[in-house]
């Protein structure tokens, strides 16, 4: 007679995700040529994207905080 096995919790497959949301981003073709040229090589416009918009986020994050201190003085 064959035994048979049951699991109660079986674990996850596949990987956990890294990105959580999408965004559709519509741009220009001029942009699109403007990402492909700012790549570096082997670097795809993805990469590219989400360092503009972190760069841009850190610097508005400075700027507001500047604003912050200068408003409770």
């Known amino acids: 007679m064959t035994q048979f096995h049951t699991y109660e919790n079986r674990g996850r497959v596949g990987r956990t995700k890294e ?3 999408r965004l ?3 741009l220009t073709s001029e942009m699109v040529e403007r990402l492909d040229a700012a790549k570096l090589p082997g670097e ?3 990469a590219v ?3 503009g ?3 841009e986020l ?3 994050s400075k700027r507001n905080a500047g604003k912050t ?3 409770s003085e």
Request: proline share 5%; charged share 50%; glycine share 0%.
């Open 49 to 51: 994207i989400r360092k």
């Open 58 to 60: 850190k610097h508005r």
């Open 24 to 26: 559709t981003l519509p």
């Open 69 to 71: 201190a200068e408003a």
């Open 44 to 46: 795809d416009r993805l």
């Open 53 to 55: 918009i972190e760069r």
């Open 19 to 21: 990105w959580e949301k």
